[in-house]
């Protein structure tokens, strides 16, 4: 089966290039032009050898996500439509800011939390997203922009703790790879109790926020129904336990509806 070159980091991609009887190096070379040169192909990866260039294009994937629709403000902030390989949509935000360039990505494609006042509700639950997927999203709109994106908030359709294996490796990719830093990247989630002390032993500096956007358990879980699992004490002390561990400041967002 050809494996996808994006999602995989650098050790990754040297392990690939010696099972391709090429030296470590050379993949490397791959990482450099998934992650910093944003290749959309494998023949744009010159400084490989063609023979090589030829054994990666059948033995593995570089698949770009596709934009079929934009919808551009008057300030700057664009939503972008991607289609994937399987023909399923998410979608991405750019929020260009004087001081910085951020995006905001999906972790799913549809969501299964079923809050009542977020569009993608409307949408069911159709998968994850891949580590590449995730990924892709903020290497395909650094492609829309001249600055570089700098910040990314894990905020678009999906809960993320949801699909936590593909969210922590895409943060690793982010910083290891693209050299965005751990305290520019922000996650939010519903609050996944279990998943955020699995998330505080991770010891990430990144910004945990959490959609509270109710005062008790009986509301939040009537506006929010996957919350009924996960009652406000717990995660209240899961909260705390994620502070003590990380020592990062958590956010709270509070929806007036």
């Given amino acids: 089966m050809a494996i996808h070159l994006l999602g995989l980091t650098s050790n990754e991609l040297a392990q690939l290039a010696v099972s391709l009887g090429e030296r470590e190096f050379r993949g490397r070379q791959i990482a450099r032009w998934l992650y910093k040169r944003n290749a959309n192909t494998i023949p744009e990866m010159t400084d490989l050898p063609s023979n090589f260039r030829a054994r990666l294009e059948n033995e593995s994937i570089l698949y770009r996500a596709q934009i079929l629709a934009e919808d551009k403000s008057e300030d ?4 972008y439509l991607l289609e994937l390989e399987d023909g399923l949509t998410t979608e991405s935000v750019l929020l260009p800011y004087e001081d910085r360039v951020s995006v905001c990505i999906s972790s799913q494609v549809g969501c299964a939390a079923g809050c009542v006042f977020c569009a993608t509700a ?3 639950f159709s998968r994850n997203l891949s580590t590449g997927e995730i990924v892709d999203q903020v290497l395909t709109l650094q492609a829309q922009t001249s600055r570089r994106i700098s910040h990314v908030v894990y905020m678009g359709m999906g809960e993320p703790l949801l699909n936590y294996d593909n969210i922590i490796k895409s943060m690793r990719i982010l910083n290891d790879e693209m050299g965005i830093s751990m305290r520019h990247i922000t996650l939010s989630t519903i609050g996944i109790t279990p998943r955020i002390r699995r998330l505080a032993g991770e010891k990430l ?4 926020a959490i959609s509270l956007h109710a005062p008790n358990d009986e ?4 506006i929010m129904p996957l919350t009924a699992r996960y009652p406000l004490k717990g995660l209240v002390a899961a909260c705390r336990e994620y502070a003590d561990l990380t020592h990062r400041r958590i956010t709270f967002e509070y929806l007036l509806v």
């Fill in 219 to 222: 509301l939040r879980r009537t």
């Fill in 76 to 79: 700057g902030t664009a939503k």
């Fill in 122 to 124: 409307l949408c069911g």
């Fill in 205 to 208: 500096q990144i910004t945990l």
